[in-house]
């Protein structure tokens, strides 16, 4: 279940990045994916309470945070990266 609530963070800090870049530009995909984290954080969140899956990640005895947490931070190393390497 922890690998679940990661892909669909992950793919919605992508899609969130994804389509803010396309609206301000290509050029600024790696702000985009920096900023779209906190976004793609709160949608994820509410998403996940809509649909009523935190009793199942509750039986895992993690906590909810560290669903978001290292994918967050891997996503903001990875748009640093790219920014000064490109």
């Given at each position: 279940?922890?690998?679940?609530?990661?892909?669909?963070?992950?793919?919605?800090?992508?899609?969130?990045?994804a389509s803010i870049s396309l609206i301000?530009?290509?050029?600024m995909f790696p702000q985009a994916l920096?900023?779209s984290t906190l976004a793609a954080i709160?949608?994820?969140?509410?998403?996940?309470?809509?649909?009523?899956?935190?009793?199942?990640?509750?039986?895992?005895?993690?906590?909810?945070?560290?669903?978001?947490?290292?994918?967050?931070?891997?996503?903001?190393?990875?748009?640093?990266?790219?920014?000064?390497?490109?």
């Amino acid at each position: 279940m922890w690998f679940f609530g990661v892909r669909k963070y992950c793919f919605n800090t992508i899609a969130f990045a994804a389509s803010i870049s396309l609206i301000a530009g290509l050029d600024m995909f790696p702000q985009a994916l920096a900023a779209s984290t906190l976004a793609a954080i709160w949608f994820t969140y509410r998403e996940f309470e809509r649909k009523n899956l935190w009793p199942l990640f509750d039986n895992l005895q993690i906590s909810r945070r560290s669903i978001f947490i290292a994918p967050a931070i891997g996503l903001i190393l990875i748009a640093v990266v790219v920014r000064y390497w490109l």
